[in-house]
């Protein structure tokens, strides 16, 4: 059966969305000074280090998108159609992976309402990664319907847990941002070990 | 028949540009304060509530131009060739597409004067596409030659609905700003029901 | 024959550069104020005026470079196979298609030293365009050993108008950037041509 | 044997990385004026001689960042299928080309704490990639087993020498700038013979 929709365009389009919004995220840092003019004429050692840490904040952004990528990728990889609905569902992910630079540079201080809204634009990413996992799976609408209910059940459960973890780091972040930031590192182990227990369902062929 | 010219390609950087353009809408937005210097020393809840009306106008921004993409896919998964003439064309449509950045910005604080040019933007984009829709589908230039009359008529009168209500929204918008733009908005359902009801004619495969 | 070189990635990455640099132009573009705040607190239907001759060096770069990648497209559509030689220059290519954005921006006010950059500039793609059309066609190096001498001889032809042209409009910047803009100009109609009388040799699959 | 993962969209999304990054180096080089109005009021010749030492650093840059892609297309055209592991040292990897823009600009002057800054960059960067050939071809995890161990050996030992090269001017920098500068030269025609000498391995098809 032929889709009405390109999977290949969507694709291409979307890795074109992270790539630009992973590579802004560096490039829009504002606290890296952008050229040699914004040190003493001769800067030292001492200065260099004292970039490092600005780069910190837009690491974490790029690796957690990272892991959206990968999430995103094992969603269409199990794809064999597309419908209107994955699409628009596809382009509210797309606008929270494109506001992403913005909300990262706001980050900066770990000012409480920073945290938040950065936790924020991270619940909404994942549950709209989870809505769109939940309509391919349920009733097999957009996959193969050979895939097992058990696989279905396990994907979803995984799938709820990031926009879960932030979640509940918000009320935390009130009370701690330490604590609330390291609530959303626990993303990456659980995707490493999501990615590790599936059993590999029917896939497209690359 | 083999065509000159590669669909795929022309898809390609069509999509590099849409993902451009959508992630720079963002990118670009001046009132979003880029970093937490712009800010007292500790800025409140009250001061990140004060930023989501700037994302209101990119939000729009960044949906119309997914309806865009989506017109774009639709058009080009039922092309079965290429020429010169509608590469073209898409120069064009991408030109409108790459300046919505700068004309949604300019949008602002909607006055009279930016929403005539932003309307005008999209007056192009859409009227540009319903000229690649006219061009490809009459005579069944790049279509299979089989796609029936009632189909083509059913399409070319949607696909002429979009520049018809942006072109309206211009004089409109000179006795009122937020008349034109509730035109703006009808953009959308109309999109959605042109895309349930048509139906699937033949479809290049992915 | 398989090549070692995925022309397809070559070619994808090719049309990212062309897709970001395409969009920059627009972006980068400093004379248009990129907010209402830019302005009195109402600007006027003047003011919008005001702005569009902005857009007139972008649009003129824009469409050039559109001509520029339908040249692209035109030459990897015939290449059966690539090499590093190839690769290499299309990087030359690519680094021409990558400063447009600043040339174009320097272009501004059509001072003469900035008219003759801008030019530089593209003696430079186009020569290096010229360059890659030889070395593939010239002995069959990387197109089917089958396409024609006559064939060849008109491509080359073509292909070698862009940079003189370009060249010739450096001194005549000298004397009148008007008529060196006018040359300019004249690559349209020319690639116009070139891509209507060229017979259709034998191309790769889409 | 089908991959879980897609190598196709790897590439798909690490050709965006590296063509924004390439295009961007020139985009935020700041020494370069935007626009006409940061010279006097009639630029002479001489203005425009005096940018061209601004793009030299980018050039440089644009094509160290090309060698790095033409290694990850070498890598990915000998890959028969990729895993998790795999796609996470590709996201480092972009990660260290995503921020070359801006080690880049601030090499500036070639102050000797940037020389080591941006050195630090390219060794990341290439014994990334080193990781990169070993994980595959070690035990031909992620290519043909057919793959000869002379093969193997050959390519691992070419691969290893950016990284060292890269490690090796850190120190000597800081007796002279100038000798480090041209020990990054040196990767050039390394990987030009590199290139040249390895027998084609069995390669994946476009």
Chains 1, 2, 3, 4 share one sequence.
């Not at 914004?38 to 837009?58: I, N, S, W, Y």
């Not at 609408?141 to 509940?168: C, D, G, N, Q």
């Amino acid at each position: 059966m032929i889709s009405d929709w390109s999977l290949q365009r969507v694709e291409s389009l979307s890795d074109g969305v992270f790539a630009v919004a992973m590579t802004l995220l560096l490039a829009l840092e504002p606290a890296v000074p952008r050229s040699i003019t914004d040190f003493a004429a001769h800067p030292t050692f001492g200065d260099v280090l004292q970039l490092l840490p600005h780069f910190r904040g837009v690491a974490a952004s790029f690796f957690v998108t990272s892991a959206f990528w990968i999430g995103h990728h094992r969603l269409f990889r199990l794809l064999v159609r597309g419908d209107l609905a994955l699409v628009w569902m596809n382009f509210l992910l797309l606008f929270g992976i494109a506001i992403e630079p913005i909300t990262t540079n706001l980050l900066g201080g770990l000012e409480r309402p920073m945290v938040v809204l950065y936790a924020a634009n991270f619940v909404f990413v994942s549950a709209v990664l989870f809505g769109m996992w939940a309509y391919a799976l349920i009733g097999r609408r957009l996959v193969e319907p050979s895939i097992s209910t058990r696989y279905v059940r396990a994907v979803l459960f995984r799938a709820a847990i990031p926009p879960i973890l932030f979640l509940v780091s918000i009320p935390i972040s009130l009370y701690s941002t330490t604590i609330a930031i390291l609530i959303w590192l626990l993303v990456f182990p659980i995707g490493f070990s999501m990615a590790q227990r599936e059993p590999s369902a029917i896939s497209r062929q690359s």
